[in-house]
Nanobody, 121 residues
């Protein structure tokens, strides 16, 4: 079983940047599909970004494309989400997820506890 721990959330002004990290333990994630999701108050959890096992393929939701970048360091068992040009509507709890097959085409099998990102206007 993979345990995922997110870090790097916080409070930032609109236009600012944050980098989220997701570190895995219990098993190497080098062959796992990894992704980030978010959930704002009163809303459904939504997909943000994903990256395949090698880092050679990434996918983004339309509302973060061009502003967020997902990357991974398999040697450190860690996935990152660089968030630039943040907007108040990016405020949410951000969750890291992993799956041996895909975090996009099915519900991921592993989830972190989440990290709060708050963007002030």
């Amino acid at each position: 079983q993979v345990q995922l721990v997110e870090s790097g959330g916080g409070l930032v002004q609109a236009g600012g940047s944050l980098r989220l990290s997701c570190t895995a333990s219990g098993r190497t994630i080098s062959l796992y599909s990894m992704g980030w999701f978010r959930q704002a108050p009163g809303k459904e959890r939504e997909f943000v970004a994903s990256i395949n096992w090698s880092g050679g393929s990434t996918r983004y939701s339309d509302f973060v494309k061009g502003r967020f970048t997902i990357s991974r360091d398999n040697a450190k068992n860690t996935v990152y989400l660089q968030m630039n040009s943040l907007k108040p509507e990016d405020t949410a709890v951000y969750y890291c997820a992993s799956d041996q097959v895909s975090v996009v085409h099915r519900v991921p099998s592993n989830w972190g506890q989440g990290t709060q990102v708050t963007v002030s206007s």
